[in-house]
């Protein structure tokens, strides 16, 4: 079973502060996705990294897949309270057929 | 298209009743998956459809729970006499196929939250 890590669990800061949050696994991925989840709703995909150490930047969110594709990371500058929810990574295994996700990684902005 | 619909958007219960949930995928996705998840937690596997074959199941699937997907479209998961540990938000998501599909990300409905009393 590939199981998928993330830290923090929670985290509260205020608005303009940076931020990262990791996904750690033992198991290698053959991709990487992270979504980020409002309450009430379905996550939405913010990004999907492939290659080992791949960076991929949407806005002010830097996502980073470790070499060995075993871990990514989600880097937020300047926060704003917009950016509010809950920040799942899921990882596909070789076979492709379903993503396993982490327990997420709550995030609430303060204005 | 609209996305993913799911139906209802909340369920309350009584113990020991069936429920039946149903899901719209996006009609040019020929993926459907189930996921639940739990308040706090992250989205737990259940089983997934490519067109109308269902090709995998997880272990967390008790056998009071099936999923169907008749003609390849829109899918129904039941769950039989329901227990309070069911009560969960239950997603379904869909995708494309192709070379390892899971690249194109999964695109998600709002989910049906169940409470079972």
């Known amino acids: 079973t590939q199981l998928l890590e993330q830290s923090p669990q929670f985290l509260s800061i205020q608005e303009g502060e940076n931020l990262t949050v990791y996904c750690n696994s033992s198991s290698v991925f053959s991709s990487l996705q992270w979504y980020r989840q409002e309450p009430g709703e379905g996550p939405v995909l913010l990004v999907t990294?492939?290659?080992?150490?791949e960076v991929k930047k949407l806005k002010r969110l830097t996502f980073q897949f470790g070499d060995a594709r075993k871990d990514s990371s989600l880097h937020i500058t300047a926060a704003q309270p917009g950016d509010t929810g809950l920040y799942l990574c899921a990882g596909a295994g070789n076979a492709g057929n379903m993503l396993t996700f982490g327990g997420g990684t709550r995030l609430m902005v303060k204005p | 298209d609209t996305g993913v619909s799911q139906n209802p958007r909340h369920k309350i219960t009584k113990r020991g009743q069936n429920v039946t949930f149903r899901c719209d995928p996006i009609?040019?996705?020929?993926?459907l998956y189930w996921y639940r998840q739990t308040l706090g937690q992250g989205p737990e596997f259940l089983t997934y459809?490519?067109?109308?074959?269902?090709?995998?199941k997880s272990r967390l699937l008790s056998d009071r729970f099936s999923a169907e997907r008749p003609k390849g479209s829109f899918s129904t998961l039941e769950i039989q006499r329901t227990e309070q540990g069911d009560s969960a938000m239950y997603l379904c998501?869909?995708?494309?196929?192709?070379?390892?599909?899971?690249?194109?990300?999964?695109?998600f409905g709002s989910g049906t939250r169940l409470t079972v009393v």
């Open positions: 459809f490519q067109n109308e074959a269902q090709l995998e």
């Open positions: 009609s040019e996705h020929n993926r």
């Open positions: 998501a869909s995708s494309p196929t192709g070379h390892r599909n899971t690249n194109y990300g999964y695109t």
């Open positions: 990294v492939v290659t080992g150490g």
